[in-house]
């Protein structure tokens, strides 16, 4: 029993180097040059922001790099791989876990970039990265396990971007999430923040099991 274990506790690490080869490094390159790009803006072109537009190149520069997340899941081999004995669950974790290094020193880079004269409070802004960041991750785990499409990351690209666009609009005014630095509601907002990640963190896990049907099917 305990060879089985060790066994089956291996084939995470023996995994690591065929998915670091199937990541999708040039689009995460992609996405995080051009969110530095934005958040370096005002020390590129020697503005001075005011408060609420930094807060925007921030919110500008999670968009960005949560749109290079969504190509995460995104796996050439995909039906290759829907054999092997480790869960697909295991295989995303394990992917999301090789870039989480990278792209927790991408946003620092991101907050340093930014003026630190009008920078707002970096948790409240962060918080926020994190639940855009795990959204564009659970869409990506939704549409993988509603499809059999092996790159699905444009698809979850332009969702990522069309809800950019409508919630702000749609949102209840009482559930107001894009509040400025200096608003007396920012720490209500950020509960909220919270809650929003922590949900859609959730859904993104539940959606990693491959449905019963179609893994019989195989």
Do not use: I, K, N, Y
Not at 49 to 66: D, E, I, N, V, Y
Not at 75 to 100: G, M, S, W
């Amino acid at each position: 029993m305990r060879g089985v274990t060790a066994a089956r506790g291996a084939v995470p690490v023996d995994l690591v180097r065929p998915l670091w080869r199937t990541l999708p490094w040039r689009a995460l390159a992609a996405a995080g040059t051009l969110g530095l790009l934005v958040a370096a803006f005002p020390l590129v072109t020697g503005v001075e922001p005011a408060p609420w537009q930094t807060l925007l190149l921030l919110r500008g520069s999670a968009l960005t790099g949560a749109l290079g997340l969504a190509f995460l899941l995104d796996d050439p081999a995909r039906h290759l791989t829907a054999t092997v004995p480790t869960p697909r669950p295991v295989r995303q974790a394990l992917r999301v876990a090789l870039v989480a290094p990278f792209a927790a020193l991408w946003w620092a880079a991101v907050l340093l970039l930014t003026p630190s004269a009008s920078r707002p409070p970096a948790g409240g802004v962060t918080l926020e990265a994190l639940a855009v960041g795990a959204l564009s991750l659970a869409a990506a785990a939704l549409a993988v396990r509603l499809s059999d499409e092996a790159r699905p990351g444009p698809f979850v690209a332009a969702f990522l971007l069309l809800a950019a666009v409508l919630v702000p609009l749609l949102a209840p005014e009482g559930w107001a999430l894009f509040v400025q630095a200096d608003d007396a509601r920012w720490s209500a907002a950020h509960d909220r923040w919270a809650v929003l990640a922590v949900a859609v963190a959730a859904a993104g896990a539940a959606c990693g099991p491959e449905p019963l049907g179609r893994r019989a099917g195989r």
